[in-house]
């Protein structure tokens, strides 16, 4: 069974699948200290990054949709990466069996809008071919983070820990109205 990944463009990014090239770049990402600060803390080591990387291009094949990278136009760098996800972290029927959305990018395009930008591309692009419900987790501490679940129609569901530290639930049952 072969998956099509989409290339999404806007105006300032491409939404692409990740290509066997970007792995250097994808683990230069997730060893950024301002990447990883909400994301559990510590650097990915090479070879889960490598896992990790690898099962995203499984998650395109299994279940049709999984995370593109975001890359900037005009320099063509990717800059990070955004979409959807099966986690499977222990964290209750409730959240584990909806697909999770994540975003990451790197610090010097932070406050710009390209998260939001990336964010909602993708969120269009689920409710087009995918649909139904999402969730994401999300460290309390993290404000900007929490701003964009919210205006991307995610509600709080409850309180959790994950990996030793606080996290908000967030559910998104369907598109906010415009």
């Known amino acids: 069974m072969s998956r099509h990944i989409p290339t999404i ?3 300032r990014i491409t939404l692409r699948a990740m290509r066997p090239s970007d792995f250097d770049r994808y683990a230069e990402i997730w060893a950024m200290p301002e990447v990883i600060r909400f994301t559990g803390g510590a650097p990915r080591s090479r070879d889960l990054c490598w896992q990790k990387f690898l099962a995203n291009a499984g998650l395109w094949q299994m279940t049709g949709f999984g995370q593109w990278a975001v890359e900037e136009h005009g320099s063509k760098r990717m800059i990070g990466q955004v979409g959807f996800f099966y ?9 584990d069996s909806v697909p999770e959305a994540g975003w990451v990018l790197v610090p010097d395009v932070h406050g710009k809008g390209i998260g939001r930008e990336a964010a909602e591309a993708a969120h269009d692009w689920f409710d087009r071919v995918i649909t139904g419900p999402l969730t994401c987790m999300i460290e309390p501490v993290h404000k900007v ?12 569901v409850r309180s959790a820990e994950y990996m030793g530290g606080p996290v908000e639930l967030l559910l998104r049952k369907s598109p906010p109205q415009a």
């Not at 986690?87 to 959240?95: K, S």
């Not at 983070?145 to 709080?156: Q, W």
Request: avoid cysteine.
């Open 9 to 11: 463009n806007t105006a």
């Open 87 to 95: 986690g499977a972290r222990g964290m209750g029927q409730d959240f």
């Open 145 to 156: 983070s929490l701003g964009m679940a919210e205006r991307l129609g995610y509600a709080p």
